[in-house]
C-alpha cells in the first residue's frame, strides 16, 4: 500500500503516537520520506550532541583561533562549559590545526 498519492491530505493529528510528534517536528511529508529511507529497520538516532558536537568544535576552535575570543565567552555561547572549549582549543594546536 502507498499513500504517497495522498500524502498531501495527511496531517499529524491523524497519526498514532509517536509518528503524530514526529511528523509535527520535521512535517508529513519529510517524515514520509524517512520512513521509506529506514522503515522496518532498526536504527539508532543519535542525541543533538552526538550529531551536533563535532560542528560546534570546528565552529569554537575557528572562532577562537580567527577572533581572539576568549574561552569563557565560547563556552557561554555554545552552551559547554569553558574545560571542554579548552580541551577542544588544546586538541586542536596538539593536531596544528590551531
Do not use: H
Not at 26 to 49: A, D, F, Q
Not at 63 to 69: P, R
Amino acid at each position: 500500500m502507498d499513500v504517497k498519492g495522498f500524502i498531501d491530505e495527511v496531517t499529524p493529528d491523524m497519526l498514532k503516537y509517536p509518528y503524530n510528534q514526529w511528523a509535527k517536528c520535521i512535517g508529513v511529508k519529510n517524515l514520509y520520506g524517512l520512513l521509506e529511507l529506514i522503515g522496518g529497520k532498526t536504527r539508532y538516532i543519535p542525541s543533538t550532541y552526538t550529531c551536533f558536537r563535532p560542528i560546534i568544535e570546528q565552529i569554537v576552535v575557528d572562532e577562537y583561533s580567527q577572533s581572539g575570543v576568549s574561552q569563557q565567552e565560547l563556552a557561554d555561547k555554545c552552551g559547554f562549559d569553558k574545560k571542554t572549549v579548552q580541551k577542544w582549543i588544546r586538541e586542536s594546536k596538539k593536531r596544528g590545526t590551531v
